[in-house]
């Protein structure tokens, strides 16, 4: 049986410059057995990917300019509660996230408040390495201890919310770098909410590059680092202001 109510489930695809990708991303997740409702949000996209992903049969958000994931994931969960959905999920427009999997990664809200897709827990061939896997580990490693509960996989975008999720996403969600992943995370479990992981395989992209460059993978782990401290802080001092 079903973890939820695949009725009541809302498909959030941030995309941007992914004309390439999001129409066949789309129609694989309307493909699946259960009937998600999907929402596509532009994040300021130049080219013509909203046009693409109305026309495989979303509903689309457009931004007026580019703002990043954790601002297009806030508007996507900031949709998600005006229209009453008790569940969100993030798939990536690039084709890197199987829709087969939505529903393994939901049913992880049977026993959590968030369900984290991990590429890293013995499914599927997906490796890093250099400074980018040394980073995923100390930041596994780090919010594991906070959620006191292993995790393999804290960058994962791949990730579900129950309706107190939601609701915490609304009221914190942050677009800097990270943000969207470890500091949004870490927000949510200093608030009380739960995390689960369930192990996913990963796929290449079809089409594009991924953002991720040697020079950027080099700086990965400074900026992970930081990100991660960031939102220790703001997790402390959340936690005091409460207390206070």
């Known amino acids: 049986m079903p973890a939820v109510d695949a009725e009541r ?26 009937p998600y409702d999907v929402v596509v949000v532009d994040d300021g996209s130049t080219d013509q990917t909203g046009a693409q992903a109305r026309a495989a049969g979303a509903r689309v958000l457009p931004l007026a300019f580019n703002i990043g994931v954790g601002g297009a994931m806030r508007t996507g969960f900031t949709y998600a509660q005006r229209h009453g ?9 690039d084709g890197q996230h199987n829709p087969e999997d939505i529903a393994r990664v939901l049913d992880g809200l049977a026993t959590a408040d968030i369900s984290i897709g991990a590429r890293f827990a013995d499914v599927g061939d997906y490796a890093v390495g250099g400074p980018r896997r ?46 969207d992943t470890v500091d949004s995370l870490v927000s949510a479990l200093h608030a009380g ?44 001092r959340r936690a005091n202001e409460a207390s206070a």
């Open 9 to 34: 489930i809302l498909v959030i695809v941030p995309a941007w410059n992914e004309a390439a990708n999001v129409g066949t991303t789309i129609r694989e997740i309307l493909a699946c057995d259960e």
């Open 85 to 93: 959905y008790q569940y969100a999920i993030q798939v990536d427009a």
């Open 134 to 179: 040394w980073a995923m580990i100390f930041l596994a490693s780090v919010v594991s201890r906070v959620a006191r509960t292993r995790l393999t996989d804290v960058t994962s975008g791949f990730r579900a919310a129950n309706r107190r999720a939601i609701d915490q996403y609304v009221r914190y969600y942050p677009a800097e770098y990270l943000g």
């Open 193 to 236: 909410l739960t995390v689960v992981q369930v192990p996913v395989a990963m796929r290449e992209r079809v089409h594009g590059k991924p953002s991720q460059n040697p020079l950027g993978a080099s700086v990965y782990l400074l900026r992970s680092v930081f990100a991660l401290s960031l939102a220790l802080l703001r997790g402390t």
